[in-house]
């Protein structure tokens, strides 16, 4: 017969066997948490939630927070922000399935007088996914919105106007974005929102140059010019 005394209470940790406590966490919490889900016993859960929060491990009690380490907002004044979800890399607007008017009000103009709402819709930064698409599912414009001198120089008057705030921030330099603009009736221009988050202090630009730009002509519906959303890609 052969026996060896080993004193654990004299072994030093291992650098290479790091990972050990954490394998061994997350089997006791798999195993706790089968029992608890026959059981349903408050001390299963107990145990599961400071395994996960002494081992920073996921369970059903525990999660992770992401907190930023730069603070965006230094003031006393919060913002809200929409932040859409955007599809895939790759993958196309037609992939959830809408018809042709809401491919339309995604890469145009879209009225704000709406059947389904009854009457004239206020546009504002609530603006969201859910009301352009019901939106786009009614009487399209007869005529978009025009910039003077195209599209295309207008997006250049944006570019300019915020060179020497996007210095600041090379993060965004050469990514693609969709602004939403309101259109009044009288050609005057507004920032909805942007479908990427941007720094507080860019927006704020963006939202003024917007509003500085020269009027467009308005969309119009039986002849008459009618306020509406015109949504570009903008490449910064």
């Given at each position: 017969?052969?026996?060896k005394?080993?004193?654990?209470?004299?072994?030093?940790?291992?650098?290479?066997?790091?990972?050990?406590?954490?394998?061994?966490?997350r089997?006791?919490?798999?195993?706790?948490?089968?029992?608890?889900?026959?059981?349903?016993?408050?001390s299963y859960?107990?145990?599961?939630?400071?395994?996960?929060?002494?081992?920073?491990?996921?369970?059903?009690?525990?999660?992770?927070?992401?907190?930023?380490?730069?603070?965006?907002?230094?003031?006393?004044?919060?913002?809200?922000?929409?932040?859409?979800?955007?599809?895939?890399?790759?993958?196309?607007?037609?992939?959830?399935?809408?018809?042709?008017?809401?491919?339309?009000?995604?890469?145009?103009?879209?009225?704000l007088?709406?059947r389904?709402?009854?009457?004239?819709?206020?546009?504002?930064?609530?603006?969201?996914?859910?009301?352009?698409?019901?939106m786009?599912?009614?009487?399209?414009?007869?005529?978009?919105p025009?910039?003077?001198?195209?599209?295309?120089?207008?997006?250049?008057?944006?570019?300019?106007?915020?060179?020497e705030?996007?210095?600041?921030?090379?993060?965004?330099?050469?990514?693609?974005?969709?602004?939403?603009?309101?259109?009044?009736?009288?050609?005057?221009?507004?920032?909805?929102?942007?479908?990427?988050?941007?720094?507080?202090?860019?927006?704020?630009?963006?939202?003024?140059?917007?509003?500085?730009?020269?009027p467009?002509?308005?969309?119009?519906?039986?002849?008459?010019?009618?306020?509406?959303?015109?949504?570009?890609?903008?490449?910064?």
């Amino acid at each position: 017969k052969y026996s060896k005394t080993i004193r654990l209470n004299q072994e030093k940790a291992v650098d290479e066997n790091a990972a050990l406590p954490y394998l061994w966490a997350r089997e006791k919490i798999r195993t706790m948490a089968d029992f608890n889900a026959v059981d349903n016993n408050e001390s299963y859960q107990k145990k599961i939630i400071d395994l996960g929060l002494n081992y920073n491990l996921l369970t059903d009690y525990t999660s992770f927070v992401a907190v930023d380490s730069e603070i965006r907002n230094t003031g006393d004044t919060l913002v809200s922000i929409k932040q859409p979800l955007p599809l895939p890399e790759g993958v196309p607007n037609t992939a959830i399935g809408q018809n042709q008017q809401y491919r339309h009000a995604l890469t145009g103009a879209v009225s704000l007088k709406t059947r389904a709402m009854g009457s004239h819709t206020r546009v504002d930064e609530e603006l969201t996914d859910d009301m352009v698409f019901e939106m786009a599912q009614t009487e399209q414009p007869e005529s978009d919105p025009v910039p003077p001198g195209g599209i295309e120089k207008f997006k250049k008057y944006i570019l300019d106007e915020l060179q020497e705030t996007l210095k600041n921030y090379p993060e965004y330099h050469h990514k693609t974005m969709r602004v939403y603009i309101k259109v009044d009736a009288k050609g005057n221009l507004s920032l909805i929102r942007t479908s990427m988050f941007v720094h507080q202090k860019l927006h704020t630009k963006l939202a003024e140059v917007i509003k500085n730009a020269d009027p467009w002509t308005p969309a119009k519906q039986n002849g008459k010019p009618i306020e509406s959303v015109y949504q570009m890609s903008l490449t910064m």
